[in-house]
């Protein structure tokens, strides 16, 4: 392992280790980071592999989705591999879809509910399974507190698969007891491997797909090493990993309202995640009425609206929200206490508008008191 200099940057080199199962590496330079800044006089510390940047002349395999959903109506792209080598963070296309040193690609589910019956992660290549982790609990960054409490186990339960000339991928956060294979099994594109969890260091049920080139890690909507700067528009040299249609599916995300409901009382993070507040039909004497919506993919200076609106047309209640920082995803709660002589009995309206580039995006749902 060596230290060098490149594009303003120190990159760790790391030897025959595999970045879809090796931490440690990483954790013994994060506690002197500051002390190789200084003494480097770079901005920022980032881990490469050996054979940066170029990927030779290995065949790159052919990637179907990995999860057995419909991207955009029953699951969600929510955040891409980081392109930025320092501490900021840029997706493929220049944009704020990641976060610091993130090195895959995350598609995400509306909740709990559907995660307990179950949603299947697929190989999304022909290969040979050579590494599974499997037995770690469903949990939350909240109830972790703070990563080192699962350091070197982030990935969660997870499979690796090995695919030809040195190609890699591996499935991240799946659900405990569901891994479906073993290692040295043989798997064919659109195998079952497991479900879809929230084991490892996570906040919301996904599955995380990373790609590699031996040690390099792969941007798969370019085909290019992570470190490779980004472009807002695709380079015409750059060449996806996904298939045609995955690609399609895999639109680059714009703002996702994803999960709304209605609540009577103050809702918590994780009742909206369990999937179970679907009551849409309420008492006049309930104390207070509320109207909850959870987003994906937000960006800085994206203007998020949340109205409660009465029977009678008239605005019961309204916050507005600008983001002064992107975010992967956000909940906004929207209500007031009952009126001194009771709700208005009819229907409810919750609207949620989010307004990017001044276009705005609007979803609604409603609720019933009788």
């Known amino acids: 392992m060596r230290a060098v200099q490149y594009k303003g940057c120190i990159l760790i080199r790391q030897e025959s280790v595999w970045w879809g199962f090796q931490s440690k590496i990483r954790h013994v330079f994060e506690p002197v980071m ?21 990927l030779g002349n290995a065949e790159p395999p052919v990637l179907e989705l990995p999860i057995d959903c419909q991207v955009g109506s029953t699951c969600w792209l929510v955040n891409l591999p980081d392109r930025d080598p320092g501490p900021g963070r840029q997706d493929y296309r220049c944009g704020a879809n990641t976060y610091n040193s993130h090195r895959g690609t995350d598609i995400a589910i ?115 090493a992570l470190i490779s700067l980004c472009n807002p528009s695709p380079s015409p040299s750059s060449k996806s990993l996904w298939s045609d249609q995955a690609l399609k599916a895999l639109e680059y995300p714009g703002p996702q309202a994803f999960n709304l409901g209605f609540a009577v009382g103050a809702v918590e993070t ?69 009126p001194k002589n009771g709700w208005l009995p009819g229907v409810y309206v919750g609207r949620i508008e989010i307004v990017r580039n001044n276009v705005p995006i609007v979803l609604e749902g409603t609720a019933t008191v009788e």
């Open 270 to 338: 994780k009742e909206m995640q369990s999937g179970t507040l679907t009551k849409r039909v309420f008492k006049q004497d309930v104390p207070t009425l509320v109207f909850w919506t959870e987003i994906f993919t937000l960006k800085k200076g994206d203007i998020l609206t949340s109205s409660l609106i009465g029977p009678d047309g008239r605005l019961v209640k309204s916050q507005t929200l600008k983001m002064n920082r992107p975010r992967a995803y956000q909940y906004l709660r929207t209500g007031r206490s009952r």
């Open 110 to 224: 509306a909740n709990k509910r559907i995660m307990a019956a179950g949603l299947s992660v697929l190989a999304s290549a022909p290969g040979k399974v050579i590494g599974i982790r499997d037995g770690m609990p469903e949990t939350t960054r909240a109830e972790l507190k703070t990563r080192t409490n699962i350091r070197g186990r982030e990935c969660g339960n997870s499979v690796g698969i090995l695919h030809a000339d040195n190609w890699f991928t591996q499935y991240c956060h799946m659900k405990a007891g569901s891994l479906r294979v073993k290692r040295g099994d043989q798997v064919n594109t659109g195998d079952r491997l497991g479900d879809v969890g929230m084991s490892g260091f996570t906040e919301f049920p996904h599955v995380h797909v990373t790609v590699q080139n031996g040690d390099t890690p792969i941007d798969p909507f370019t085909g290019e």
């Open 34 to 54: 500051p002390q190789l800044r200084s003494y480097f006089g770079a901005f920022c510390v980032v881990f490469a592999a050996l054979a940066l940047p170029s």
